[in-house]
């Protein structure tokens, strides 16, 4: 992990339904600006050369790499020109995790056996 600095004023609000799904890839990705939202993120990455930064923080997630990105916490993602970057996202209000307390629990179950099926490929 390292810092990087951004302006504030480069961030944009996204909006997304109280629960989303998405897995896929993109070649070419690249989020140029920062963006939040009021779901919390799980991303799991699954392809190679991608980075992440949250905040002031940059890190260069492996496949398998999980993160956990709370809701209203600033964020963007960019791959590798002319690759394919993978991932996994989900995100949730932070009302379900009040609602739905087994939510939490059954999230966590899916992510883990992703992550053994990834690996264990690898």
């Known amino acids: 992990m390292s810092k990087v600095k951004q302006p504030k004023s480069k961030i944009?609000?996204?909006q997304f339904e109280a629960l989303y799904y998405f897995h896929g890839s993109s070649q070419n990705?690249?989020?140029?600006?920062?963006?939040?939202?009021?779901?919390?993120?799980?991303?799991?990455?699954?392809?190679?050369?991608?980075s992440l930064e949250i905040g002031n923080r940059l890190y260069l997630p492996k496949p398998g790499d999980l993160f956990f990105i709370n809701h209203k916490?600033?964020?963007?993602?960019?791959g590798v020109p002319g690759k394919l970057y993978e991932r996994?996202?989900?995100q949730f209000?932070?009302?379900?995790?009040?609602?739905?307390?087994p939510l939490l629990a059954m999230v966590s179950l899916c992510i883990l056996k992703i992550?053994?099926?990834?690996l264990s490929t690898a």
Do not use: C, K
């Open 115 to 118: 992550v053994r099926r990834i």
């Open 93 to 101: 209000a932070p009302a379900f995790l009040r609602r739905f307390p």
């Open 73 to 78: 916490e600033y964020h963007r993602t960019r």
């Open 29 to 50: 990705w690249e989020m140029t600006n920062f963006h939040v939202h009021d779901q919390h993120e799980i991303l799991l990455f699954l392809s190679h050369g991608s």
């Open 12 to 14: 944009f609000f996204e």
């Open 88 to 90: 996994y996202v989900l």
